[in-house]
C-alpha cells in the first residue's frame, strides 16, 4: 500500500499506517508495544520515566478481569500519536476524533471493546491518581479525580510503580497482551 506521507508514517515493522484511515493497514502487537514502551506518561513531566506501556499492564491489573485485555489496549492509539495530555486533547477537538478513529480501528483488528467499557475508564481513572501521587508527587486535589478511590490499589499484585527501562516495559505488555488475548 502507498501512503504519502502528509497522511501517514512508516512503522517500526515497515508497515505504512494511514492516519486518514487506520483501518487499512494491517497492524503487528510489536507496532504497539514498542512505541507504547517508549512514551512517556504525562508528557515526560516526571522524576523518573514511566511510560504508557506500563501504565496500561498496571491498568489491566486493577481493573475486574472481564475487562484486563481491554485496560491494556485501551491506549492503543498512542502507538501512533504518542501521549497528548488529556487538557491538549480537549483544547483540540480534532485530535480527539482522530484518536477515537484509530481506537475503533485498533479495537477491530485486536479484538477488544470500543467504546470502552466504564470498568476500563474507571481503572484508568484510578491509575492516573496513583501515578500522580505516587510517581509524580502530586498531592493536589484533582476534579478529574473527585470521587475516584486509588488508594491501596498500588499494593496489587502485579501493579509496579517503578521505573522500568522501555524493553522492559515493552516486555511485560507483550507477555500480558499473550496471557488475555482473546
Do not use: W
Not at 13 to 21: I, K
Not at 32 to 49: D, K, Q
Amino acid at each position: 500500500m502507498t501512503i504519502p506521507l502528509t497522511a501517514g508514517i512508516t512503522l517500526l515493522s515497515g508497515t505504512m499506517f494511514d492516519y486518514l484511515n487506520p483501518g487499512a493497514s494491517k497492524i503487528d502487537i510489536n507496532d504497539i508495544a514498542t512505541p507504547l514502551s517508549n512514551v512517556c506518561r504525562f508528557a515526560g513531566h516526571l522524576p523518573m520515566f514511566y511510560s504508557v506501556a506500563q501504565h496500561v499492564v498496571n491498568c489491566s491489573y486493577i481493573v475486574p478481569p472481564a475487562f484486563a485485555f481491554d485496560a491494556l489496549m485501551h491506549d492503543t492509539a498512542e502507538a501512533f500519536t504518542n501521549d497528548i495530555p488529556t487538557p491538549l486533547k480537549t483544547a483540540l477537538p480534532v485530535f480527539k476524533e482522530l484518536e477515537c478513529k484509530i481506537e475503533a480501528a485498533m479495537a477491530e483488528q485486536f479484538g477488544f471493546e470500543y467504546p470502552l467499557h466504564p470498568a476500563v475508564h474507571l481503572a484508568d481513572r484510578q491509575m492516573l491518581g496513583l501515578e500522580m501521587r505516587y510517581i509524580k508527587g502530586d498531592h493536589g486535589e484533582h476534579e478529574v479525580l473527585q470521587g475516584i478511590d486509588f488508594e491501596g490499589l498500588q499494593h496489587m499484585p502485579g501493579v509496579c510503580l517503578t521505573s522500568l527501562a522501555p524493553r522492559v516495559a515493552r516486555q511485560l505488555f507483550l507477555d500480558r497482551y499473550e496471557e488475555l488475548q482473546p
